[in-house]
């Protein structure tokens, strides 16, 4: 059964840092592209990083590039999200998703759900003082 599952979730202060995990059992994230998205109360799901199947190529929504590094270590199947400079419009369920097995490995991912077959169940970070 494939899986993800997410963990680093937390209450951090404005300007702290945490480090989230996507874990997955079940298959090899090698032929997956990897997205983090995140939906906060009231808002719509949206695309925040995205990283190719070989770790190449990632992507970042506007509002955390420069903050947040997106990696992944296929030996451990994992891929991680490191979010520095947190910001309280950063609080939210993040979620990782996994899109493929793909052809290129070097496809770096969208950062639209549409695309996205499997899914974790999220991971709450709340950023506030």
């Known amino acids: 059964q494939l899986q993800l599952v997410e963990s680093g979730g937390g209450l951090v202060q404005p300007g702290g840092s945490l480090r989230l995990s996507c874990a997955a059992s079940g298959f090899a994230l090698d032929y997956y592209s990897i997205g983090w998205f995140r939906q906060a109360p009231g808002k719509e799901r949206e695309g925040v990083s995205s990283?190719?199947?070989?770790?190449?190529?990632?992507n970042y929504a506007d509002s955390v590039k420069g903050r947040f590094t997106v990696s992944r270590d296929n030996a451990k199947n994992t891929v991680y999200l490191q979010m520095n400079r947190l910001k309280p419009e950063d609080t939210a369920v993040y979620y990782c998703?996994?899109?493929?097995?793909?052809?290129?490995?070097?496809?770096?991912?969208?950062?639209?759900?549409?695309?996205?077959?499997?899914w974790g169940q999220g991971t709450r970070v709340t950023v506030s003082s």
């Open positions: 990283i190719s199947a070989n770790g190449d190529n990632t």
């Open positions: 998703a996994a899109d493929g097995p793909v052809n290129l490995l070097d496809y770096v991912g969208s950062l639209t759900t549409t695309y996205y077959d499997y």
